[in-house]
């Protein structure tokens, strides 16, 4: 098993300083922090597009407050004292949770860039497929002949890397 890397910050400032947008792992907030609380702090993380999972800890916390965190995201919230080892096994749910968010935002971006490499007509075809039309109603809708319905289509599944259109409307459906 690999350890992942624990990084520490002596405040929600000094964390915002190295924050970035490719960071993975997940974020252990206190809910009462100098300065920046902790709640506060995930309202900022939210406005900055964060999708870190996080959970919070506090000595000083109430059902309202525990609720309001959920909703706006965080993935947990514990009150002290606890378990180190029921606050080690939500950080590993919070990391799984996290690897999966990051292989969705990674095959997200895969499609939008084969999305992106359809020419408009490409893109007009593919829709309408994806629509259900049949390639006659496609070549009457577009003012095209079937022949040509049949080339973009080909060249849409190629693109797409897709074999089927069942794949083909689950690759479109991802990213829409």
């Given at each position: 098993?690999?350890?992942?890397?624990?990084?520490?910050?002596?405040?929600?400032?000094?964390?915002?300083?190295?924050?970035?947008?490719?960071?993975?792992?997940?974020?252990?907030?206190?809910?009462?922090?100098?300065?920046?609380s902790?709640?506060?702090l995930?309202?900022?993380?939210?406005s900055?597009?964060?999708?870190?999972?996080?959970?919070?800890?506090?000595?000083?916390?109430?059902?309202?407050?525990?609720v309001?965190?959920?909703?706006?995201g965080?993935?947990?919230?514990?009150?002290?004292?606890?378990?180190?080892?029921?606050l080690?096994?939500?950080?590993q749910?919070?990391?799984?949770?996290?690897?999966?968010?990051?292989?969705?935002?990674?095959?997200?971006?895969?499609?939008?860039?084969?999305?992106d490499?359809?020419?408009?007509?490409?893109?007009?075809v593919?829709?309408?497929?994806?629509?259900?039309?049949?390639?006659?109603?496609?070549?009457?809708?577009?003012?095209?002949?079937?022949?040509?319905?049949?080339?973009?289509?080909?060249?849409?599944?190629?693109?797409?890397?897709?074999?089927?259109?069942?794949?083909?409307?689950?690759?479109?459906?991802?990213?829409?």
């Amino acid at each position: 098993m690999v350890c992942p890397l624990l990084l520490c910050f002596d405040s929600a400032e000094s964390f915002l300083k190295a924050w970035r947008s490719d960071m993975q792992g997940c974020i252990v907030l206190d809910v009462r922090m100098p300065e920046m609380s902790g709640l506060e702090l995930q309202e900022k993380l939210d406005s900055l597009g964060s999708q870190l999972p996080v959970i919070f800890v506090t000595g000083h916390g109430d059902v309202p407050m525990a609720v309001s965190a959920l909703q706006r995201g965080a993935c947990d919230f514990i009150e002290k004292p606890f378990h180190n080892e029921d606050l080690l096994s939500r950080i590993q749910r919070a990391l799984e949770l996290d690897n999966q968010l990051s292989a969705r935002r990674q095959r997200d971006g895969a499609i939008s860039h084969r999305l992106d490499q359809l020419t408009q007509r490409e893109r007009e075809v593919m829709q309408l497929v994806v629509a259900g039309k049949l390639n006659k109603q496609i070549a009457d809708e577009l003012n095209i002949s079937m022949k040509t319905v049949e080339a973009h289509r080909a060249r849409v599944m190629e693109k797409m890397g897709v074999r089927t259109l069942a794949e083909l409307v689950k690759a479109v459906m991802t990213v829409n």
